[in-house]
C-alpha cells in the first residue's frame, strides 16, 4: 500500500524542527507553511512518526554531547574526592539513558588520564585500585 503523504523540503523541514522542540509556529515558519498545515501534518502517521523518530536521534545526540562535556570537565579538573567523581559518574549515567555506559571502564579511563583523579593515581593516598 503507497503512503498518501508526499515529503517535501518543507515537511522535512517542519519535521526536523519539531524534533528540536521548536514550536508549531516556528516549525511553520521554517517550513514556509501555516500552522495549519502542520496540525494536518501531525495527524498523518509517516509524518508524526518521523518526528518521533527524530525526536529521538536528537535526544542521544544532546545527551552524548553531555557526556562529552561531562568528561572533559572531569579530565580538566586538578583534584577530585572520590564522592565528586562519584557523582560526576552518576550524572554521566543519568544523561545516557538508553545508551550503554560501563561506569568502571569510564572511572578507569578517567583516572588514566589525570593522575589525580579521586585522589590521585595508583598507590598515591585516596587511589582506588
Given at each position: 500500500m503507497?503512503?498518501?503523504?508526499?515529503?517535501?523540503?518543507?515537511?522535512t523541514a517542519a519535521a526536523i524542527a519539531l524534533?528540536?522542540?521548536?514550536?508549531?509556529?516556528?516549525?511553520?515558519?521554517?517550513a514556509g507553511v501555516t500552522e495549519r498545515t502542520?496540525?494536518?501534518w501531525l495527524q498523518v502517521a509517516e509524518f508524526s512518526e518521523e518526528v518521533d523518530r527524530l525526536t529521538l536521534m536528537t535526544g542521544i545526540?544532546?545527551?552524548?554531547?553531555?557526556l562529552?562535556?561531562?568528561k572533559r570537565m572531569v579530565r580538566q579538573i586538578q583534584f577530585w574526592t572520590q564522592?565528586?567523581?562519584?557523582?560526576?559518574?552518576?550524572y554521566a549515567q543519568s544523561e545516557t539513558d538508553g545508551i550503554k555506559l560501563d561506569l568502571a571502564q569510564l572511572a578507569?579511563?578517567?583516572?588514566?588520564?589525570?593522575?589525580?583523579?579521586?585522589?590521585?593515581?595508583?598507590?598515591r593516598p585516596g587511589a582506588t585500585e
Open positions: 503507497m503512503s498518501a503523504f508526499k515529503w517535501s523540503e518543507s515537511a524534533a528540536n522542540g521548536e514550536t508549531q509556529r516556528e516549525a511553520a515558519d521554517k502542520i496540525r494536518r545526540a544532546a545527551k552524548a554531547e553531555r562529552r562535556i561531562a564522592k565528586d567523581l562519584l557523582d560526576w559518574l552518576k578507569a579511563a578517567l583516572s588514566d588520564d589525570d593522575a589525580s583523579v579521586a585522589g590521585g593515581g595508583p598507590g
